[in-house]
């Protein structure tokens, strides 16, 4: 039953036939884990706090950095170097304290999704990254949970509805993982800061449609999103059999590898700074932008941008040991499968975690972003 704060909060909901008491009820009742508090999770949160989801599991491992507030709005100045799903949390209960908050501050991995995704009836997934992609649609595949997708790349945005109902998973329209050249990344394309609002706030309807057994859900659609045109397009996609049935239990494990290149030779910032005070210290290879290395980097590397690497081929040395890093670890290990498979290059090591690493564990006076 609604509370009389709650039937004076959700008035708007209760005056709607389709929605009513009992669709409000539906909404206390609802279960839904978002994974990522990044841009599309920020506004999948307000708007489903807002609307009076009961429980809410936000799952994110990452922390708040100053380039995240362009476009993650619930968070500020305040909250920087924060973890995202506590800070994220902090934020709802401001909003709606009417609903529950269950915090996950930590990267949602193999061993753990399954029982995860298994406490909540919808699954949102608000995440960066092709691995987790990956996870969480084979995840509620095993469990029978609907998963709500959202992608964002420069100006164009897609939002999809999988596993509902009977209908196409996320393997059906996406059948294998891209490549390490192949996977975007927003670290080094950039995006516009307003579309993960408009894109998280479809999520959150078609989340809110499952609820409450509304309307077309996207099931089996793509709905595409290009914010320098405004127009939009509806792809329809089948169910392929073979691929639908693909769950925890018959994934090839390689598809959640990090940053989808399992195999690359990395190390660790410590390990680096051994090296680096050696006898025979490696070469530093920077692949951030000028703007980037402008800001922070390591003493002596060479900056050769992820777009630009053609260019910077002649000053990579081919018989000695080089390390290569950017921010966080995403552009510096596509940088290594690409050098490798087709430049040839048996002499690379990416560093885990990227300047970002070395900051947190080596140099504490180093600028973070």
Known sequence: MLTPDERQRYRRHLQLPEIGEAGQEKLKA????????????????????????????????????????????????????????????????????????????????????????????????????FPTRYLLNDACVSVGRPLISGAIYKFEGQVSVFNFEGGPTYRCLFPTPPSAAEAPNCDTTGVLGVLPGIIGCAQATEALKVILGLGEVLRGRLWVFDALSFQTRLLKFPRHAERAHISLDTSDPTDYAELCQPGLASLTAPQLQLQLNSAAPPFLLDVREPDEYALCHLPGAALVPLGSLELGLAGIPRHHPVVVYCHKGGRSARAVARLQSEFGFDNLLNLQGGINAWAETVDADMPQY
């Not at 920020?42 to 009076?52: D, E, F, I, N, T």
């Not at 619930?74 to 269950?102: H, I, M, T, W």
């Open 30 to 129: 609802a279960r839904v884990l978002v994974v990522g508090a990044g841009g599309l999770g920020c506004p999948v949160l307000q708007y489903l706090a807002a609307a009076g989801v009961g429980i809410l599991g936000i799952a994110d491992g990452d922390e708040v950095a100053a380039s995240n507030l362009q476009r993650q709005i619930l968070f500020g100045p305040a909250d920087l170097g924060q973890n995202k799903a506590e800070a994220a949390a902090r934020a709802v209960q401001r909003l709606n304290p009417l609903v529950s908050c269950q915090i996950y501050p930590q990267r949602v991995d193999r061993a753990a999704v399954r029982e995860l995704v298994s406490r909540y009836d919808v699954v949102v997934d608000g995440s960066d990254n």
